[in-house]
């Protein structure tokens, strides 16, 4: 370890122009569509032997791209992952260290940088980057042009969306102004008074139609729509789940009663009858992903520019269901910090899967190669084209996450903890990947 602790992670992107280019004839770079949801943990994403997921739409996507089975969050809360993506900066540098500050807007975005490259920028959903506010604009546009969005909708998250309507006694984002229109919005705020506690697995009163996901998915089809096809478009669309609370349908409800999943690792809360109907929702809301997920990839194959459009999935961070008897984020065990993360398009080698160390983090200096954009300084991004490419290995030796006092080193097989309890954590996540033996205390 002693390797891992003198190694100072100071990482530019290469700045060369994208191993991806175009699709043959096309003349300009790749669009690319980025898919985003909230709270999704890195082991509830097909192919995972050990959990009965189905999410056959990411399945085929990875087997026609390159799957990273060891990538981790720069940092496991909403506001400063999203940041970090937004800036291509480490935890530490991005201004953002926890859900109480805004995106400062004298920091350049990603979003802004693709724009200049002559990107039509889109984004629906939760973009997190103003959320101490609680205010989105009726319509969701207050921020996205500050932020470098040509078109877009930012939406509430789960929790925000009800806090804001509770305190102002009306909507102050655009779901939930849709919710007031159909005459759903209070009995959507009083479903989610309901929900004390992680146990409460009930389904919503909303139905299908209405529901949280399945909105944000229509938006960003409509987005779709309206995009020019003179121009390269980057479109990002951020999914309000998998993230608590556990509020399924009533049909998303009756394709998962009966699954059977394992239990929480060290866990003494709640009866495995209570564990096994959450990560049943859990999944049922990941399944309902995987399904707009494929919805918005007909819609790009039906402008006819599938062959020439970068697809990436990833997440801000995971969710711990309960594992160490621990919930949501902010932890640095691996169902906090470690996301599924899968990339596909022209120019990406099929049926990839790298085990080396990966962050999300790098998905900035990728997106950023692919539009060609070759000024990348400042940056602690890392573009993985010329491994997506199959021209060169992956050779990040490790990665780095961190929240609030403690921060995290993972190399390859080994992950080291300080600042997280009294003392450091060093965890072998080959042969104990529920990181139960602390070898630093043996």
């Known amino acids: 370890m002693a390797r891992m602790n003198r190694r100072r992670f100071v990482a530019t992107a290469a700045g060369t122009m994208s191993a991806l280019g175009a699709a043959p004839g096309s003349g300009r770079p790749p669009n690319i569509l980025f898919l985003f949801p909230d709270q999704l943990r890195h082991d509830f994403v097909e192919p995972s032997a050990a959990i009965p997921v189905r999410t056959p739409v990411l399945r085929r996507l990875a087997e026609s791209g390159v799957r990273f089975t060891h990538a981790v969050t720069p940092a496991p809360l909403c506001a400063p992952a999203r940041a970090c993506l937004a800036s291509g900066m480490e935890y ?48 969701g546009k207050r921020m996205i042009g500050e932020w470098g969005f040509a078109d877009g909708i930012d ?57 949280g996901d399945n909105w944000i998915g229509r938006n960003g089809l409509a987005l779709l729509d309206a995009a020019p096809k003179d121009k390269p478009w980057f479109m990002q ?47 049922a809301m990941i399944e309902n992903i995987d399904r707009l997920c494929g919805l918005l990839m007909d819609k790009v194959r039906q402008r006819g520019e599938l062959a020439n459009t970068v697809i990436a999935f990833s997440s801000d961070h995971g969710e711990m269901l309960g594992d160490h008897n621990l919930w949501a984020k902010r932890q640095p065990y691996h169902g906090s910090a ?30 950023l190669n692919c539009a060609g954009v070759t000024s990348q300084a400042g940056l602690d991004s890392r573009s993985m084209l010329p491994y997506l490419s199959g021209r060169r290995p992956w050779t990040r030796g490790h990665v780095l996450s961190g929240m609030d006092a403690w921060r995290l080193v993972m190399e390859g097989r080994y992950k080291y903890v300080r600042g997280f309890g009294e003392q450091p954590m060093l965890f072998d996540l080959r ?12």
């Open 338 to 367: 470690g996301v599924p993360m899968i990339l596909a398009g022209p120019g990406i080698r099929g049926g990839g899967v790298c085990e080396n160390p990966a962050t999300t983090l790098d998905l900035t200096a990728t997106f």
């Open 237 to 283: 669309v951020n999914f309000n789940g998998p993230h608590d609370p556990w509020d399924i349908t009533a049909g998303m409800e009756k394709h998962w009663r009966g699954v059977r999943f394992p239990q929480p690792v060290r866990s003494s809360q709640y009866t495995p009858a209570a564990h096994e109907l959450v990560r049943q929702n859990y999944a």
């Open 92 to 139: 530490d540098r991005c201004r953002v260290p926890s859900n109480r500050e805004n995106y400062p807007l004298s920091q350049t975005t990603i979003y802004q940088r693709l724009g200049r490259a002559g990107y039509h920028v889109m984004g629906c959903g939760k973009f997190d980057l103003h959320k101490p506010e609680l205010d989105w604009g009726l319509d």
């Open 155 to 211: 939406n509430e998250g789960k929790h925000d969306g009800t806090r804001a309507y509770t305190q102002a006694g009306k909507p102050m984002g655009p779901f939930m102004a849709y919710l007031e229109k159909l005459g759903l919005a209070k009995a959507h705020v009083v479903d989610y008074e309901r929900r004390k506690g992680h146990d409460a697995t009930f389904p919503t009163p909303l139905s299908d139609e209405a529901y």
């Open 431 to 442: 042969d104990d990947p529920d990181e139960i033996k602390n070898l630093a205390s043996a």
